[in-house]
């Protein structure tokens, strides 16, 4: 079974860069793509975006230009890296694994709460 | 705004059914498998379906799926009280070229 633990910075300045890191413990780190999921105060899930197993990445469109997702198998580690931070970005933030044999996001972290005030 | 709809919450007593809809396009639910994800407040969502009506072993089959072109259904039979949860489904938009999820449906188990 994969389990994820996250890591970061949870208290932003505004324009600041966000930095999330996420460690894949156990089973097959090439069976899955590697993604972010947020959700702002109340709100629903946002996905911000994933890499597949060839390293191809595809982002929100609302986020293209500031978001980068990386991913560092060697150390089984992927990371969310958003630039420019505003308020509108403070969120609780999930680093997830999206398998690829059903398609779907069955493992996540225990979520990273992101606070952006200046 | 979503490219999802999903009717923001319904609700049903312990032991009745229930249905939450969520509405989509060509490029999304018309075309690629869809996810429904069961989010109880204060965890992280859970798989509940794959593939438009798929249980992953472990999910009761109280709770299925079903799909009819551009819309989805999640169906739960015999509510239970541990039930009460927000629902989400998600889906690849072909257009967006990204993946979407629904605004969410809050279930209310009364």
């Known amino acids: 079974q994969v389990q994820l633990q996250q890591w970061g910075a949870g208290l932003l300045k505004p324009s600041e860069t966000l930095s999330l890191t996420c460690e894949v413990n156990?089973?097959?780190?090439?069976?899955?793509?590697w993604g972010w999921i947020r959700q702002s105060p109340g709100k629903g899930l946002e996905w911000i975006g994933e890499?597949?197993?060839?390293?191809?990445?595809n982002y929100n469109p609302s986020l293209a230009g500031r978001v980068t997702i990386s991913v560092d198998a060697s150390k089984k580690q992927f990371s969310l890296k958003l630039t420019s931070v505003t308020a509108a970005d403070a969120a609780l933030y999930y680093c997830?694994?999206?398998?690829?044999?059903?398609?779907?996001?069955?493992?996540w972290g225990q979520g990273t709460v992101v606070t952006v005030s200046s | 705004q979503s490219v999802l709809t999903q009717p923001p919450s319904t609700s049903g007593s312990p032991g009745q059914s229930v249905t939450i809809s969520c509405s989509g396009g060509s490029f999304n639910i018309g075309n690629n498998p869809v996810t429904w994800y069961q989010q109880v407040p204060g965890t992280a969502p859970k798989v509940l379906i794959y593939?438009?009506?798929e249980r992953p072993s472990g999910v009761p089959d109280r709770f299925s799926g079903s799909k009819s072109g551009t819309s989805v259904s999640l169906a739960i039979s015999g509510l239970q009280s541990e039930d009460e949860a927000y629902y989400y489904c998600?889906?690849?938009?072909?257009?967006?070229?990204?993946?979407?999820f629904g605004g969410g449906t809050k279930l209310t188990v009364l």
């Open positions: 997830a694994g999206l398998y690829d044999r059903i398609g779907a996001f069955d493992t």
């Open positions: 890499m597949n197993q060839s390293g191809s990445t």
């Open positions: 593939s438009n009506y």
């Open positions: 156990g089973g097959s780190f090439s069976s899955y793509y």
């Open positions: 998600a889906v690849w938009d072909d257009g967006l070229n990204s993946r979407v």
